[in-house]
T-cell receptor, first 113, second 115 residues
Framework: LAKTTQPISMDSYEGQEVNITCSHN???????ITWYQQFPSQGPRFIIQGYKTKVTNEVASLFIPADRKSSTLSLPRVSLSDTAVYYC??????????????FGKGTHLIIQP | GAGVSQSPSNKVTEKGKDVELRCDPI?????LYWYRQSLGQGLEFLIYFQGNSAPDKSGLPSDRFSAERTGGSVSTLTIQRTQQEDSAVYLC?????????????FGPGTRLTVT
């Protein structure tokens, strides 16, 4: 079961780009990297998923270096509404089973005006 | 269509009582997950159902916890002889689990308070 390490908290300001890095040194060949966002009193919401290199969607980008031992979630031009907890998950859950379903404590991102 | 729904939204029970928490996944989703989130903590995996396969119960914290999924759809998480440390938000999620798409869709959770 791949273990992830993220910063406990980060601060930034509106309009800035925010990068949150997750370390996963023992990632396995078949593991995917997934990021979720959670607001208070809500369930987590999927942001982005990737396997290698770079993935971009309408809300974020995910950068994964060649060795895949870390990944960086990039949020462009954050707003106050991006204040939330961000979780990095690593695992292979395609074949069934709970591998990779460890959310950890996440990174509490606080955006200030 | 509707998202994942959970009931009740809040449950207060006395220590020692049994409780049942319900999850209605998104129609057609084959995978269903239960998590527990204590105040200020991350999500703790409890149990995972995938299609007709035997569930992965590796996250259940004790034998007081059990879950079933009837007809591949609705799931019930049962906690017997509740303890104060069982107080938490219990989250359910479902996913389609097709190749390349493992996004989990979460319900709003059930806040359980054991007094």
């Amino acid at each position: 079961l791949a273990k992830t390490t993220q910063p406990i908290s980060m601060d930034s300001y509106e309009g800035q780009e925010v990068n949150i890095t997750c370390s996963h040194n023992n990632i396995a060949t078949n593991d995917y990297i997934t990021w979720y966002q959670q607001f208070p009193s809500q369930g987590p919401r999927f942001i982005i998923q990737g396997y290698k290199t770079k993935v971009t969607n309408e809300v974020a980008s995910l950068f994964i270096p060649a060795d895949r031992k870390s990944s960086t979630l990039s949020l462009p031009r954050v707003s106050l509404s991006d204040t939330a907890v961000y979780y990095c998950l690593v695992g292979d859950y395609r074949e069934g089973g709970a591998d990779g379903l460890t959310f950890g404590k996440g990174t509490h991102l606080i955006i200030q005006p | 269509g509707a998202g994942v729904s959970q009931s009740p939204s809040n449950k207060v029970t006395e220590k020692g009582k049994d409780v049942e928490l319900r999850c209605d996944p998104i129609s057609g989703h084959t995978a269903l997950y239960w998590y527990r989130q204590s105040l200020g903590q991350g999500l703790e995996f409890l149990i995972y159902f995938q299609g007709n396969s035997a569930p992965d119960k590796s996250g259940l914290p004790s034998d007081r916890f059990s879950a079933e999924r009837t007809g591949g759809s609705v799931s019930t998480l049962t906690i017997q002889r509740t303890q104060q440390e069982d107080s938490a938000v219990y989250l359910c999620a479902s996913s389609l689990v097709l190749t390349g798409d493992y996004e989990q869709y979460f319900g709003p959770g059930t806040r359980l308070t054991v007094t």
